[in-house]
């Protein structure tokens, strides 16, 4: 279950010592944009070492690389990748075969270390004009693909629009990447509220995105992540809700009956599928067992 | 791998150390300098002579001012300052 993924500058040593203790459930240790061109090679070292020493407990391990065109992404993956993080994070994604090359790097870099190939998954940030429309050839594009990840900041540059707290400029941007995404069965993830002081527009924010389809969102500080898990955990009244769906689809099943109502409106297949997800997380956060085949 | 020129990799941060490598005279020389130096000083040279082992340097000057690091740091600044100040060897 990934709700949010706190991003990590990757040349920060104090950053990387705690990066596991603010209770999100990815942290992405970026090589990238938090990084000066000078510091990459000091960056690299950094998170190999803290990876394999610091372990990050209870925590999903993401490495954001460096874009394909530049001369760093080649040794990112030959740093990171023995190290087996989950997923790694191409930026700056444009098409398909720009993540069927990295995945190509991934499976030399695997291959001489004997780790199976496709051991690391990939999630696939999307922030640029171009990479929205390929969204999901990006997403089918190999089987390491495992998430696509919205980046608006990147995006509304390219668009030549303003960035907005309302977020209208990337309205199209959101709605076509879950999209996208849901018909190629990956998970989704909406791009960081940037405003670390305005806690109510972070949590309209992440409703918004929740609304839409997304699976989590990610944050570039500490501070969102309690807010962006309570918003993509399900509620007590959802959790209720999904147990007396799954307890009248029983009883219809026990009476033999075809259709069945609750609470005055028909439950089908889509509602069943939805009560059943509810649970899924629910019993995966701890927040209820999951009593129903 | 030979130091050829100086080089420095880390900060003055809080839980970073700041390691500056210079060409030695025939051996290697390791300096510390750390807020912790009486708790943790032999250990923070035990960590930079490790890699300095691993990467086979066997003359180079090593200077580490420390605030507060833990190994995993103190290695990864080692290294990184190595590698900027070396030259593979032929």
Not at chain 1, 80 to 106: E, R
Not at chain 1, 234 to 248: L, N, Q, T
């Amino acid at each position: 279950m990934r709700r949010t993924m706190l991003f990590i500058p990757g040349n920060s040593p104090a950053m990387l010592l705690n990066a596991d203790i603010h209770q999100s459930d990815a942290v992405i240790l970026d090589l990238e944009d938090a990084v000066a061109p000078a510091e990459k090679d000091a960056a690299r070292v950094l998170v190999r070492n803290a990876i394999k020493t610091l372990g990050f407990s209870g925590t999903e391990i993401i490495v954001r690389l460096n874009p394909l065109d530049t001369e760093y992404i080649r040794d990112d993956l030959e740093t990171v990748i023995p190290l087996k993080p989950s997923l790694v994070m191409p930026t700056k994604v444009s098409d398909a075969g720009y993540i069927q090359q990295v995945s190509a790097i991934m499976t030399q870099v695997e291959e001489k270390h004997g780790i199976p190939v496709g051991t690391v998954g990939i999630i696939a940030l999307l922030e640029t004009a171009e990479g929205i429309e390929n969204a999901y050839q990006i997403a089918k594009a190999d089987k390491r693909v495992k998430a696509l990840f919205l980046g608006a900041e990147d995006l509304t540059s390219d668009l030549q629009a303003a960035r907005t707290k309302k977020g209208d400029e990337i309205l199209y941007a959101r709605g076509r990447i879950v999209m996208a995404a849901r018909a190629a069965q990956v998970d989704v993830y909406d791009t960081p509220f940037t405003d670390v002081n305005d806690d109510d527009g972070l949590s309209k924010d992440a409703e918004f995105a929740k609304g839409l389809g997304f699976t989590g969102k990610a944050a570039i500080s500490p501070r969102h992540v309690a807010a962006i898990n309570e918003v993509f955990s399900p509620s007590e009244k959802e959790i209720a809700y999904a147990r007396e769906v799954m307890d009248v689809i029983e009883e219809a099943k026990k009476l033999g009956k075809g259709a069945i109502s609750l609470h005055g409106k028909m439950v089908d297949k889509p509602i069943v599928d939805r009560a059943r997800r509810v649970l899924e997380a629910a019993a995966a956060l701890g927040l209820g067992g999951y009593e129903h085949e | 791998m030979n130091i050829v020129r100086l080089a420095v990799a880390g900060t003055l941060e809080s839980n970073d150390v700041l390691v500056s490598v210079a060409p030695g005279e025939g051996r290697v020389e390791i300096e510390v300098e750390s807020i912790v130096l009486d708790q943790f000083g032999e250990n923070i040279r035990q960590a930079a002579q490790e890699v300095i082992g691993e990467i086979g340097i066997t003359s180079a000057k090593v200077r580490l001012e420390d605030r507060g690091a833990l190994d995993c740091t103190v290695k990864a600044r080692v290294e990184t300052a190595l590698r900027r100040a070396g030259e593979a060897q032929k």
